[in-house]
């Protein structure tokens, strides 16, 4: 399994943005995917997971704000809106336990 994550970038305080993971190989019995971030100096996190193409869970610090999602090619998105400056983070895409390498989002006030 392959995860390439992508649409990190650097925005102000109440932008938003819309990270993508596209999966290629074998991820067909794959049913609980997430995204997962870490700032500098501390430990990763899960920003939101979804399990079955729609159950989801939200930490707390996005809920509102954050909306996972999975598309037909099971392509995995995060659109982040309402960013604050504590949304700044190396964010990955995590299917099944298999990571994606990481995509810079910086969110300055």
């Known amino acids: 399994v392959q995860l390439q994550a992508s649409g990190g970038g650097s925005v102000q305080t109440g932008g938003s943005l819309r990270l993508s993971c596209a999966a290629s190989?074998?991820?067909?019995?794959?049913?609980?995917m997430g995204w997962y971030r870490q700032a500098p100096g501390k430990q990763r996190e899960l920003v939101a997971s979804?399990?079955?193409?729609?159950?989801t869970i939200y930490a707390d610090s996005v809920k509102g704000r954050f909306t996972i999602s999975i598309d037909a090619k099971n392509t995995m998105y995060l659109q982040m809106n309402s960013l604050k400056p504590e949304d700044t983070a190396v964010y990955y895409c995590?299917?099944?336990?298999?990571w994606g390498r990481g995509t810079l989002v910086t969110v300055s006030s």
């Open positions: 995590c299917y099944g336990g298999y």
């Open positions: 979804i399990r079955s193409g729609s159950s």
């Open positions: 190989g074998s991820i067909f019995s794959i049913n609980l």
